[in-house]
């Protein structure tokens, strides 16, 4: 069982016999509804290519929407990438009757062959963002990037975004965001964390735990327990600031990351129709662009990485 399984909920006993991912569509708002619009935005590219596509699910699960790929798009190919092993266990079962489906149970920086396009579904707060020089790499000029994920509510000010839109690299120092090249190697040096930092961090988490207690109370509310005690689980997690496989950034600065990592954003949806302090869900469309910053800190890893 690797480091990152033991880590949440995957390698706790109470969770090896359930299915996560479908649960999850059951007990947990905007999830299913995030699947068919991934799925239209698919075939969509499908059919304006004219061909069939390469498509890899980037943290799938269980598999459920790569099936649904699968269904809807039974020539194109496409790859459910799923390192935990009960849920890629799930995902073989789930997608055996799918002759061009398949699962790659290695990390997805492991995945050499050319895509066209790569999904993140949900999986983007739990992966170290140098993931996103490799998908940038992967998919060319031509491909595109489809990321979907369920972010802490829009927890970012005026002034933040200013600061953010001046920074042409940020990263998070044990789960504190730093923006610009002085702000990391103060922390590397000294573990410095700019009281600006703090502040965004404490406010991350207020605007977090509003979050999680709907969520939790919709799992309740429809009697779906297994969700309900997954959830609490990730929010504990979530609270912990410096813990690295579960750390939901809001939209404005995962936007950002993707911007100085050398992508353009081409389309923005919104799942669910609620207040803007309880909404998580965004999918958005990237394709390669300019990279402002050559997407590296010197050392091999891509910007934002955690």
């Not at 809807?72 to 190919?77: A, G, H, N, S």
Request: negative net charge.
């Amino acid at each position: 069982m690797s480091t990152e399984e033991t880590a949440t909920i995957y390698g706790r006993e109470e969770f090896k016999r359930v299915d996560v991912g479908a649960a999850m569509r059951d007990g947990h708002p905007d999830i299913s509804d995030g699947d068919q619009l991934i799925v239209d935005l698919v075939a969509k590219k499908r059919e304006t290519a004219g061909r069939p596509l390469t498509v890899i699910d980037v943290g799938s699960g269980s598999g459920v929407l790569s099936e649904l790929l699968a269904q809807r798009l039974p020539d194109c190919r496409v790859i459910a990438n799923e390192i935990a092993a009960n849920p890629a266990r799930q995902a073989r079962e789930r997608l055996a009757g799918h002759p061009n489906a398949e699962v790659f149970p290695d990390s997805f920086v492991d995945w050499r062959e050319p895509l066209d396009i790569i999904i993140s579904w949900g999986s983007h707060h739990h992966l170290p963002h140098s993931h996103l020089q490799h998908a940038r790499e992967l998919l060319g000029e031509s491909g595109s990037f489809i990321l979907g994920d369920e972010f802490c509510p829009e927890y970012c000010t005026d002034e933040d975004v200013r600061r953010l839109k001046g920074a042409e690299v940020i990263e998070l120092g044990g789960g504190y965001l730093l923006a610009g090249h002085d702000e990391i190697e103060a922390y590397a040096k000294d573990a410095a964390v700019p009281e600006w930092s703090r502040v965004l961090e404490d406010r991350r988490r207020r605007t977090l735990w509003n979050w999680y207690k709907f969520v939790i109370d919709y799992a309740i509310e429809r009697d779906h327990w297994p969700v309900a005690i997954a959830e609490m689980q990730i929010t504990k997690d979530d609270m912990v600031t410096a813990f690295e496989e579960e750390h939901k950034l809001s939209p404005l600065i995962v936007e950002h990351e993707l911007a100085v990592n050398g992508f353009e954003q081409i389309s923005k949806h919104v799942i669910g129709d609620r207040p803007a302090e309880l909404q998580s869900f965004f999918i958005y469309e990237f394709v390669p662009g300019n990279d402002r910053s050559n997407g590296s800190n010197g050392d091999g890893r891509g910007n934002g990485g955690h």
